[in-house]
C-alpha cells in the first residue's frame, strides 16, 4: 500500500512538472505580441519571425496573419502579403481591413478580377467606405469597363474622408467614365467631377505636377482655356516641369497669346531641351506669327521650320509635322 502511494505520489508530481512546463512555453498570442512590439520598433525580420511563430503555435490566429501580410506589404512582398491577407480574410470572415488590404495587393500585382472580389467582400462589411470604393472603381476602369465604376465612384465622392492620394485616383476613374460616355453633357458632367477630385488632391499634394496637368488637362477637354491656363501658372510656381510649361504653352495659343505660348514653350526646353512636344508647340507658334504678317515673315517661319525639324530628328514618327515641314519648306528655303 506504502509503495503504491509512492508511486501514486510520483505520477501526480510528473503531471504537474508537465503541466508546469506547458504552462512556461509561449503560446501563439505570446508570439504574435512579442511580433507587434518588434514591428513597432522597427526591426521587420524579427517581427516576421515572431509572428510566423505564432501561426505555427495558433494556425487559427487571424491577428498574426493580418499583422505579417502588412509587412510584407511594407516590405514590397506582394505576393506573400497577399497569401496572409487571404488567411485572414478565410478565419475572420467579417473583417473589412483583410478583405480590403487583399483587395489591394491584387491590384498591385495586376490580378484584377481578384482585386474587384475581394473589394466586393469588403464593401459588403464597409459599404461607404472611401478607399474600398475609389479602388473598386479603378479596377473596374483597369478592366475596361468604366460604366460599373460609376456607382463606387458616386459613394466616394460624396464621402468626407476623400483626399489626397484617394481622390486624385477617383478623378482618374472619372476622367476616364468621361472618355466612355457619349453626349457632351454627359461628358462635362463627369468632367466636372474629375476636377472636384483632382483639386481635393491638390490640396494634399500641392508639389505634384501630375495633379496639376491632370485638372488642367479636364478643363482643356471642357475648351475652358482661362481654368487651365491659371492651374498650369500656378503649376509653373509650385511644381514646375516640362510638361506643364508644354501644356501651358497649348492654353496661351489657343487664347491667341503668342508672346506668352512662346514664352512657355521656351521655357519647357530649358527644363527638357530635347521635349519634341515644345518644340512643335514652338515651331506652331512662330509660323503663326510669320503667316499674320503681309507678307509673311521669312525668318519667323525658318525659324518654325527648325523648330520642327529638330523634333523630327529626336521623334521622326510625327506624320503631322512631317507634313507641316513638306508645306512650308518650299516656301521658306534656307
Known sequence: MKKRAIVIAGAAIALASGLAGCANQPSGLDYYLTGRLDAQQGHMNAAIAELSRAIVRQPHLALAYAARGNLYKKRGDFHAAAKDYAAAARLEPFDFHSHYELGLMFQYLHKLASAINAYQQALEIRPMSPHANVNLALAYVQTGKPFKAIMYAQRARHNRRLHGRLAADLGIVYDQVANSVKG?????????????????????????????????????HLKQWNAARQVLGTAGHLAPSAAVFTRLGLCCYMRHHLQAAAKAYKTALRLSPKNSAALNGLGVVRMTESLQQSPPDVMLARAALKSWRMSLRINPHQPVIQRLVRKYAGKHKG
Open 184 to 220: 457632351s453633357r454627359q461628358q462635362a458632367r463627369y468632367r466636372n467631377h474629375a476636377i472636384d477630385a483632382f483639386k481635393i488632391g491638390i490640396e494634399g499634394k500641392p508639389h505634384s505636377d501630375r495633379l496639376y496637368l491632370n485638372l488642367a488637362a479636364e478643363y482643356m
